[in-house]
């Protein structure tokens, strides 16, 4: 079991709003300013969507943000693209780990 | 430009160790700050933090794995190597090493990833 709670799934129609979220403990996500989220296309590596909360990578649109609020951090992508259809991780620094993942996101995009 | 590929067995059998290289170029593992990571997946599940060097030779371990991982490195060959013994089927994942990206000692971020290799355990 991660240590980071995400849904499992999540959709959305072109153009839409969507948020994902990942929720720990004071441990972890509620304890610090650094949490990750990678997108993962299918037979691909990770990539590096947002640090430290809400920093966004040169090169990542700014229709991804990142925020946090207590112990839930949370992912939005706004103006949803066919190619945003991906799997998103969340991570974070914890108190007992330098990293823990989240169980990951499958966002489709109707 | 940083670029990070893995290299290693395709198949190892239960209780065998498994060597797993990085060979990395564009930036040295020799500069402040500098560090290198590996993260697993398994088959349709989800991302793993294993292990991570730093330019120091500084280790830090998956607590829930530390007995059975080691991670070293040769600045000279910019490569960084990941052990891991005793392989059982759970450990059949895709393995990837990445760049830790530059920010507070401690603290674990990866801006770039090589393109991972499957590891299948089996007998």
């Known amino acids: 079991q991660s240590a980071l709670t995400q849904p499992a799934s999540v959709s959305g129609s072109p153009g839409q709003s969507i948020t994902i979220s990942c929720t720990g403990t004071s441990s972890d996500v509620g304890g610090y300013n650094y949490v990750s989220w990678y997108q993962q296309h299918p037979g691909k590596a990770p990539k590096l969507m947002i640090y430290?909360?809400?920093n966004r990578p040169s090169g990542v649109p700014d229709r991804f943000s990142g925020s946090k609020s207590g112990n839930t951090a949370s992912l939005t992508i706004s103006g949803l693209q066919a190619e945003d259809e991906a799997d998103y991780y969340c991570s974070s620094y914890t108190s007992s780990s330098p990293l823990v993942f989240g169980g990951g996101t499958k966002l489709t995009v109707l | 430009q940083i670029t990070l590929k893995e290299s290693g067995p395709t198949l190892v059998k239960p209780t065998q160790t498994l060597t797993l290289t990085c060979t990395f170029s564009?930036?040295?593992?020799?500069?402040?700050?500098?560090?290198v990571g590996w993260i697993r997946q398994p088959p349709g599940k989800a991302l793993e933090w294993l292990a991570l060097?730093?330019?120091?030779?500084?280790?830090r371990y998956s607590p829930s794995l530390k007995s059975r991982l080691t991670i070293t490195k040769d600045t000279s060959k910019n490569q960084v190597v990941l052990t891991m013994t005793n392989m059982d089927p759970v450990d059949t994942a895709t393995y990837y090493c990445a760049h830790r990206r530059q920010q507070r000692l401690g603290v674990l971020v990866f801006d770039y990833w090589g393109q991972g290799t499957l590891v299948t355990v089996s007998s």
């Open positions: 060097i730093y330019w120091n030779d500084d280790k």
């Open positions: 564009g930036f040295s593992l020799s500069t402040s700050g500098v560090g």
């Open positions: 430290e909360v809400s």
